[in-house]
């Protein structure tokens, strides 16, 4: 069963076929850096994080570019408001790339967290305003864009009339049309359908560039088409993003490309679905966000306990990235029991060794081959890591049988048990990617041991001072025999 | 006694006084990312780490900008050669972005290592193409560079008839001008001393933008005109970098500032020095590095062993910025034994309980608090941390006195007591950043205790059992007693 991924354009499921195999290029919007990175930034990041390495692991070549949006991203969609940025930089009294650097920092610091690979190339919007400049004017030379007032909008009327505006959103043109407010004069757009690809500076607006056109900004959504196109082509094969982002940003994408270099950008369109809280939807627009550091330490409200990252990584994969993923602490603590159990059975590995014997297990053979198949039809049918992590529970369960003694590992074939251990590894890590998270805080082990140390003096144990002593040693930690207490340093 | 600059342009110490007190603007030249970070980017990142530190310990509101070069950095600097990035990304097959990001990952990723602060704002070469081309054209209208098929160079001799070049290096244009091969008609420039500000791209030139003159890519040099000009204005009061770019590289910024603006960058210009190995230079160029990662986990050849990135941190910090400073493992290993000792003497302070008494030791108090004081001076002197590290040491010492009971602490007022604690904690770690590092693997001291239960559980020693048992339990760890082995997992 080859990769089969569900394709928002088509509405469907599809076979993956590259356009240049072994060669995979996948564009994912980054985050618009105006705040921490809450769960739904972690949903996107590791859904395309599993993408990402489920390729690399089918052998694909991937380049694998994800943005950083530093300008041009306003509060509402309908080309008006303040920049998220520079609004957040003017509460915080900040040069606004100071703002972004730090979100980005930020960003960074908890994808690093989750494990999240970092993309091939990370491109900052502020730092391609060329790029953005120059598409703006081929679709202008396309005369699907016109100038009002020193900004430039898209044309999406004269766009129709050649494309399908709405092709990737579903969203009829007529309906567009009759829900949006007539613009009675009050705007410089011809249509209330249009949007800016280019927005004339107002005198107190900082983050500004000279252009064809006076001093201004890029809209949000060209950033996009500029980048991907400069870094993988005018035409790729993903293009992903959280489902918020399919109307309007997506469709406008679709439209700019058209309209630029009359191609449509992507053969494949990926959207992961929302984490709601409450079955609201979570988000910091909808101001009901938990940040991922207030996971990790567990200090929002809503929040029982701290949630290690990986329980949190486990937690986003269990579900289908296509279905929305509610939050409640039942479940983030199943997320936690069950990661913790899959870690152990990814410990015990090393040390369980195989010993031939002639009398095989044909039932047992059978199962543990339908495990690691699972794990493969799991991923082939568009990621379905749910899946995936169900054969992973099946797997951790036949090695532990093998761990504890309760299975002979010679009741499988040498070949199987390898194939085994080197599945659940590979999945574990390269796949799944999971890290080893340490739950064992030393320096409470050796003060506990201190104690130990401490009633055995007492009691003049002297054969059990000394092996105390001497195990601390082995860790590189001496102990301070001192007047009436007992201590430890570092050995130096 | 307040804090004293040494100014490279000066040539010497001077009083530090910010253009615009409380701000402090600062810009370092970052890393051209075509490799891995290696001691010398180590030694400049954790200077100027050092002053920003510093500087906002004093109260300074500091804006350090520190860019990424990942365009234009030539192989040689007489704007010949290859681009270093766009080589190395030709050898490894990939995007010249590829290239960079992955260096500039790993740079993030060592200097974090080494709790080197990220600075506000990290702006990229690339990202900044209309600034440079901007800028030049400034140059241009002022009459200081001049376009030879398609490139545009800086007009030394013209300049120097109204300015100083060499006001910065010390060098003398007669002595350059001999130095300097005559060019024969071979070359598209005037004169041999001139630089390149804008470069026509080749037809197989990957990295390329669209510019009034054609299409190419910037200089070198001009990138930090335009990117500190962008975030820190005209003039502000910091410039630093390795001593390697006085000349030509901010020789040649002081130009373009001067000729684009009317004013020269930086009030104050500060250089460190290189590291030697055997008395070489060592650098990338020079082909002698070793990279952070190898002195981490001591794979290069020359180490005798690993060393942590806070030796690596106070080994640089054991000289002053200004002096060069030759590796050797003996001296790794005293850094490193200097360090345990700082950490351990750290890890006492919240076990230290100030007890009054009545009966001062005057001269103890005057020891410590000349010891406070010459942290201080130290560091008012230009920023000599080596002077600071040995006034913590003789902190650690009185700090010890305390702990072991050698001295009461009551023997001292408690104001001093506190002002003790309160300046070897800020020392350690604001001013100087250090992190705590934990050199005991809690998992072998797990395997080790678990060997002392087996003996115990052997020797029906049931009580020591259930203690150990317990101990673990307590640390999340689960004993696991199987058929004729005992192993243990993490609680689920």
């Known amino acids: 069963m080859s990769l089969h991924v569900y394709n928002t354009l088509s509405r469907q499921k599809e076979k993956f076929e590259p356009i240049k195999p072994p060669f995979v290029g996948m564009y994912l919007c980054g985050p618009t850096v105006y705040g921490d990175p809450h769960l739904g930034h972690a949903r996107s990041a590791v859904t395309f994080d599993i993408v990402y390495r489920y390729l690399v692991h089918l052998g694909y070549k991937v380049r694998y570019v994800r943005n950083i949006t530093d300008v041009g991203h306003l509060e509402n969609d309908a080309d008006e408001g303040d920049d998220k940025i520079a609004k957040k930089a003017r509460l915080e009294q900040l040069e606004p790339m100071e703002v972004a650097q730090a979100y980005t920092n930020n960003y960074h610091r908890d994808m690093d967290m989750l494990n999240v690979k970092r993309p091939s190339i990370e491109p900052r919007a502020t730092g391609h305003i060329i790029e953005q400049i120059e598409s703006i004017q081929k679709i202008i030379k396309n005369g699907y864009a016109y100038e009002a007032e020193g900004s430039i909008y898209f044309d999406v009327e004269a766009y129709h009339k050649k494309f399908n505006y709405g092709i990737l959103s579903g969203r009829v043109i007529e309906d567009l049309r009759s829900n949006t407010r007539d613009l009675d004069g009050q705007s410089e757009k011809r249509s209330p359908l249009d949007f800016a690809l280019w927005k004339k500076a107002n005198p107190e607006h900082i983050m500004r560039w000279n252009s064809p056109w006076g001093s201004g900004f890029p809209g949000w959504h060209i950033e996009c088409t500029a980048m991907a196109a400069k870094y993988l082509g005018d035409r790729f094969d993903i293009h992903g993003g959280g489902m918020d982002l399919t109307f309007p940003h997506h469709e406008c994408e679709i439209a700019q490309s058209e309209a630029s270099v009359g191609t449509s950008p992507a053969k494949y369109w990926m959207h992961n679905n929302m984490i709601t809280i409450d079955g609201k939807k979570m988000g910091k627009s909808y101001g009901n966000f938990i940040n991922l550091q207030e996971f990790f330490d567990g200090s929002h409200t809503f929040l029982e306990q701290a949630y290690s990252p990986m329980t949190i990584r486990l937690y986003i994969l269990q579900a289908q990235y296509r279905s929305t993923l509610d939050i409640s602490n039942t479940s983030l603590k199943a997320a936690q029991v069950a990661f913790r159990k899959l870690l152990n059975t990814y410990k015990t590995l090393p040390k369980i060794s195989y010993t031939e014997q002639e009398t095989k297990d044909d039932k047992f053979q ?30 951790s369960g036949f090695i532990n049988q093998f761990f504890t003694g309760q299975k002979p590992t010679g009741a499988v074939p040498k070949e199987l048990f390898d194939k085994l251990v080197h599945t659940y590894t590979v999945f574990f890590t390269d796949v799944l990617g999971f890290v080893e998270e340490n739950y064992i805080s030393s320096e409470s082990t050796v003060t506990s041991l201190l104690e130990i140390y401490k009633d055995a003096k007492e009691a003049k144990a002297y054969d059990k001072v000394d092996q105390i002593r001497a195990l601390l040693k082995k860790e590189g930690v001496a102990v301070k025999d001192m007047k009436g207490k007992v201590d430890w340093a570092y050995e130096v």
Do not use: C, R, V
Request: cysteine-free; proline content about 0%.
């Open 366 to 395: 059978a199962e543990i081959q339908k495990a690691i198949d699972l794990a493969y039809e799991g991923m082939n049918d568009d990621f379905n890591t749910g899946i995936a992590l169900s054969a992973m529970f099946a797997m």
